[in-house]
């Protein structure tokens, strides 16, 4: 009986330590973060990716992310959509998208890239483009896998929506558009003004015309006759005899 006993000891140790040493993989697989800084080894669903480095190349326009993938899973894996997945935003909460037609050309990316398929417990590594304006600040970097995984290089706003992707390269270009519109309106309206002006009028003159001139200041004065003063009447004188 003591033997039974002991073997049935001996079988549960053993179920307790394979239970225990299951645990302790699994959390080891996910103990790793998902959110960390430049050269950290973030933990996927079924890989682990590292930023090992990042740099601007002000020729070709572009930041250049070199990052290595272990392939945790348990068959092969292909890394080669990662120029789909990964996300670029800058300190001015700007995005963008990685160029795989990028010309740009980096000592560092020689030898290396996600072309093959990565065997169980197998690493790769390989560069991403991203095109971007002169003087571009990189802030984040994101995976966007299971869960997304995220690299903070610097302080920056909230990333935008990036837009469609497009090749970069070096020149200039014009453009120009033409369009037409129509459009109706009613309006009323008042309005005030002030004026100035003139005027004519009428005013004595002299006439001029043909004819006999008529010479003013040569006609004879006219004689006026003087009334001689009246004498007075005087009665006859009666002659008185004298008596004898």
């Known amino acids: 009986m003591r033997t039974r006993r002991d073997r049935l000891l001996v079988l549960l140790l053993v179920i307790g330590l ?28 079924s890989a682990q990716f590292t930023l090992n480095q990042i740099f601007t190349d002000p020729v070709y326009k572009v930041v250049v992310v070199i990052l290595t993938a272990r392939n945790t899973s348990s068959s092969s894996a292909d890394y080669g959509n990662l120029s789909v997945t990964s996300l670029l935003s800058d300190t001015g909460g700007h995005s963008y998208s990685p160029d795989p037609s990028s010309p740009a050309v980096e000592q560092q990316c020689g030898q290396i890239g996600f072309f093959t398929p990565v065997p169980p417990g197998g690493s790769q590594q390989g560069c991403e483009f991203f095109p971007v304006p002169t003087g571009t600040v990189p802030a984040q970097l994101e995976l966007l896998v299971h869960p997304t995984l995220r690299w903070v290089l610097a302080a ?59 010479h003013h200041g040569h006609h004879p004065k006219k004689k006026t006759k003087v009334k001689k003063p009246k004498k007075p009447k005087t009665k006859p004188s009666v002659k008185v005899k004298a008596k004898k």
């Open 18 to 45: 394979g239970v225990a040493g299951c645990s302790g993989a699994s959390a080891a697989r996910t103990s790793l973060p998902t959110v960390g800084k430049l050269g950290s080894t973030l933990q996927a669903s």
């Open 156 to 214: 920056g706003p909230p990333p935008t929506t990036p837009g469609p992707t497009t090749t970069s390269g070096q020149g200039t270009g014009t453009g120009t558009g033409t369009g037409t519109g129509t459009g109706t309106g009613t309006g009323t309206g008042t309005g005030t003004g002030t004026g100035t002006g003139t005027g004519t009028g009428t005013a004595p003159g002299t006439k001029s015309g043909t004819g006999p001139k008529k």
